[in-house]
Structures are given as C-alpha cells and as structure tokens.
C-alpha cells in the first residue's frame, strides 16, 4: 500500500524558479527521504529527515519535517532544466526498513 | 565505488512465459530490495534480505514470483508464470545494514505481452 500522497501531482516551471513538492503521510515514522527519478533511470537519494528534525538543507534543496501534521515538503529553488524529473518521498517506520513510496511528483523545468 | 548493477535493462515476453532478473549490490552491502514500480507509480517493495535471509517477503506473490540471495551477495527475481500486469519496472536496491539511504539500480523495464 502507499503511504505517501505527493502534492501536486505535476508541477511546470520555469528556469530560475522555485519548486516546492508537499508529501503527507499515515503513520509514525523513523525517517522520511526524497529520491528523484530521470525518466527510464533509477531512483537517486536527495535528502534524508529524522522524526526528531524539522529542516534540512542540501545545496538548492531544503525539506521540512511536521511529524504532528505527519507531512513533509520539499523546495529546490533556482530550478534548472536539469531538475526536471519525477521526485518521491518514502517513508521507513524504522531505520534500516523497507521504504514506502508516494505516487510521485513530475516536475518540468523549461527554459 | 561500483553502483547497484541490474541485469537485463529490458525484457519482453509472452503471458505465461518465465523471466529472470539479476542484481549485484554494491559491495559490502548486506541489505538488498528488490521493488517494483508500475507506470504512474511510486516503488513498492516485494522482498528485503538481510545476508542470504528473508527479512521481508510480506508483497510477494508468492504463487507466481520467487527470490533468492545465494552467498548474500548476487540476487536473482524470477517470475513464473508471467502476467500481464506484472508489466513493471523492477528495482533492486542496496544499503548497509541498518542503514538509511538505499542505493538503486537503473532497474528491469518488462513487458508482459
């Protein structure tokens, strides 16, 4: 079963501008991750959460952890066409578990 | 340091016909996934190992699918009969063990005719 449900489903943009990807979730968590997906590629990890921390930033991107409204958003600012790709959050109820995935985010990046 | 190796990209077979996928982890990894991912969806896991063990088979269709970690390293998915709607992307991941992020490989696009 799914656990995320990514927000929106598709987001278009243009290049220089931000992107912000919501997830909400069902249950308790250990931690939340992002991963995006190149069309026809593999699953590439961007950024991990713990339960215990609100923010983090890495490069262009910064995600936000609310663990009392169990949902999550992820902002890549000054998008570039590159960017453009599907982005997943997944959850794991324990470090070390199996990841349960959302349905995913497709961005487009145009230039 | 070698990423998550799947073997083939792509594959096209008949309904009811047998088919074989193959990962080889990233080296030292104890922990390996295999997941599938249907079209305009996110991954969802069919079984974890731990070493050469079962850690999580819970999604496996057992009737038709079957999976195997020999020496805890290489693993192969097979899937037999296929079905249509096992149409997917199969997935294999890496991590260490207990570790948070997992490695994908660039997985097995199959179409089931």
């Known amino acids: 079963s799914q656990q995320g449900e990514e927000d929106p489903q598709a987001l278009s943009i243009q290049e220089g501008e931000n992107a912000t990807m919501n997830c909400s979730y069902k249950?308790?968590?250990?931690?939340l991750q992002w991963y995006r997906q190149n069309s026809g590629r593999g699953l590439v990890h961007l950024i991990l959460i713990r339960s215990n921390e609100r923010e983090k930033h890495s490069g262009r991107l910064r995600v936000t952890l609310d663990t009392s409204k169990k949902s999550s958003s992820l902002l890549i600012t000054a998008s570039r066409a590159a960017d453009t790709a599907s982005y997943f959050c997944?959850?794991?109820?324990?470090?070390?578990?199996?990841?349960?995935f959302g349905k995913g985010t497709t961005l487009s990046v145009s230039s | 340091e070698a990423g998550v190796a799947q073997s083939p990209r792509y594959k096209i077979i008949e309904k009811r016909q047998s088919v074989a996928f193959w990962c080889n982890p990233i080296s030292g990894h104890a922990t390996l996934y295999w997941y599938q991912q249907i079209l305009g969806q996110g991954p969802k896991l069919l079984i974890q190992f731990q070493n050469n063990g079962v850690v999580d088979d819970s999604q496996l269709p057992k009737d038709r699918f079957s999976a195997e970690r020999l020496k805890g390293v290489d693993s192969t998915l097979k899937i037999q009969p296929a079905k249509l709607e096992d149409s997917a992307v199969y997935l294999c991941?890496?991590?260490?063990?207990?570790?948070?992020?997992?490695?994908f490989g660039p997985g097995t696009r199959l179409l089931v005719l």
């Open positions: 991941a890496s991590s260490s063990a207990g570790g948070e992020t997992q490695y």
């Open positions: 249950t308790s968590i250990n931690n």
């Open positions: 997944a959850t794991a109820v324990q470090a070390g578990t199996a990841l349960i």
